[in-house]
């Protein structure tokens, strides 16, 4: 079960439900649209926790900076989809027993499954099981949406003292998106999380002239706040907000809309998030997407005197 501590100074949106309580109610939609960090109680993900804990983290043993850059925001797609490979002869006593023609499938084999068939099969199955019950809880938490894409990914990467931030797409499209994570570490995996962005956003909006952001793309305003007011990912000291500390044990799953709920990682080494873009019609309350939501405290301030 999650060791959650709340801090008193940061509104208390975290809520713990078992799937057949989320059933009951037809879901978690509207509370997700409200900016609720939703953990499902007494569930842990079916995993092979020893195939993911196996496989190697260092990525600076990937000698091409491409490919190692899409190592690090991996999608399950990189494990169950793809041409199969070719096996090595058994005549042949040089090169990796198994040969991709995709060279990112190659830098996972040879790399995080340290060239080990077995491991290998034994990640890839484990993933397929978890995406399966992922979309299987995805159904039973928003039984309304009908996304138009999703994007399955899988991090695989050692993360200490993250910077707090809410997640920036760098497009200003008005979409919804729903999140699921889930730890896929044999060990908890910690976030700190702090205010809503537009809550966070009211308190500092006159300080910092953010008036200027009105009917631009709300992502150039965050990024403002994440580098010039929190300190981004190099001067992580300027931040000093209240948190409520969460540590998520092995096979937790949890919901959230990254972009209202700031968070940071402060351990973490193997885990999954899935993201699904739905339009604003699937929505419970159009009004609580998060365009939306910047743009009403742009409205409100402007009535302030």
């Known amino acids: 079960m999650a060791r959650i501590d709340r801090h008193p100074g940061v509104k208390d949106y975290i809520l713990e439900l078992s799937l057949a309580e989320i059933g009951a109610r037809g879901g978690i939609t509207d509370l997700f649209e409200q900016g609720h960090l939703v953990l499902i109680r007494d569930y842990r993900l ?20 491409e490919i190692r850059r899409r190592v ?22 040089s090169g990796p027993v198994l040969q991709f023609r995709d060279p990112l499938r190659q830098a996972i084999f040879d790399v995080l499954c340290r060239g080990d068939v077995t491991l290998f099969e034994a990640a890839r199955t484990s993933l397929k099981r978890a995406q399966d019950e992922v979309l299987r809880i995805f159904g039973i938490c928003f039984p309304g949406y009908q996304p138009f894409r999703f994007i399955p990914s899988i991090r695989l990467t050692q993360t200490f003292f993250e910077n707090l931030h809410w997640d920036n797409h760098s497009i200003d499209d008005d ?15 910690i976030w700190h999380i702090s205010h809503h962005s537009d809550d966070f ?3 500092v ?12 793309d709300p992502n150039e305003m965050l990024e403002f706040i994440h580098a010039d007011l929190l300190g981004g990912t190099r001067q992580t000291w ?23 709920i700031s968070h940071q990682i402060y351990y973490g080494e193997a885990a999954l998030v899935f993201m699904w873009f739905m339009h604003m019609g699937d ?4 009004e609580n997407r998060f365009n939306q939501r910047i743009e009403a405290v742009h409205r409100e301030m402007a009535t302030r005197v």
Do not use: C
Not at 72 to 93: I, N, V, W, Y
Not at 243 to 250: C, N, R, T
């Open 283 to 286: 929505m419970a309350s159009p």
């Open 201 to 203: 956003i009211r308190q």
């Open 175 to 189: 979409f919804h998106q729903a999140r699921i994570f889930a730890n896929l570490d044999n060990r908890p995996r």
């Open 205 to 216: 909006y006159e300080a910092h002239g953010l008036a200027r952001f009105a009917g631009r």
């Open 238 to 260: 300027m931040e000093n907000l209240p948190k409520h500390k969460v540590a998520f044990d092995p096979g937790e799953v949890w919901a959230g809309e990254s972009r209202l």
């Open 46 to 65: 079916p995993m092979d926790f020893a195939s993911i804990a196996a496989m190697e983290k260092d990525l600076d043993l990937i000698p091409e900076p």
């Open 72 to 93: 690090k925001k991996l999608t399950t797609s990189a494990f169950l989809e793809g041409e199969p490979p070719a096996r090595r002869s058994r005549f042949d006593r």
